[in-house]
C-alpha cells in the first residue's frame, strides 16, 4: 500500500501457510488510525475479494494531511484513480482510488485543515 503512502505495521503481519494460499493478515497505519486487511475468507469470514466479484464492495474513507500531495504521490505511482482530487461542498478537499484488488480508497483533508496549515480552499468555505 506504498502507493496511498500507508505504512505496514510489520510486526503485526500474520502470515498464513499452504492451507490459506498465502494470504495475510496486515495492519497499516494511516496518520494516528489503523487500517487492518485481511484475505477473502468466504467459509469462515463470509468476506469476498471485490476482485472476484467484480464489484466494489466497501470504500474506506482517510483523512491525510496535505491531500493534494497524498493525491501527487498516488498518480506518480500509478494509483488507479477513480475520482479526480476536487473540492466537495461539504467542507473537504477529496479523491478517490482503487487498490489492486477492488477496494475503494477514499482520501480526503478538511478545508478547516488546509487553511491552519497554510493551504487555500474555495471562497465559500
Known sequence: ?????LEEIREARI?????W???MLAWLRAGDGVVMIGHANAEV???HSPK???KTT???MVFVHDVDAHYAHA???GADITMEIEDAFYGERRYEATDPEGHRWHFAERFEDIK???GSVPDEA
Do not use: K, N, P, S
Not at 500500500?1 to 503512502?5: C, I, T
Not at 502470515?15 to 492451507?19: A, F, K, L, P
Open 1 to 5: 500500500m506504498r502507493v496511498f503512502q
Open 15 to 19: 502470515e498464513h501457510g499452504e492451507e
Open 21 to 23: 494460499d498465502y494470504t
Open 45 to 47: 469470514h463470509r468476506i
Open 52 to 54: 472476484t466479484l467484480g
Open 58 to 60: 466497501v470504500q474506506m
Open 75 to 77: 498518480v506518480a505511482e
Open 116 to 118: 491552519a496549515r497554510g
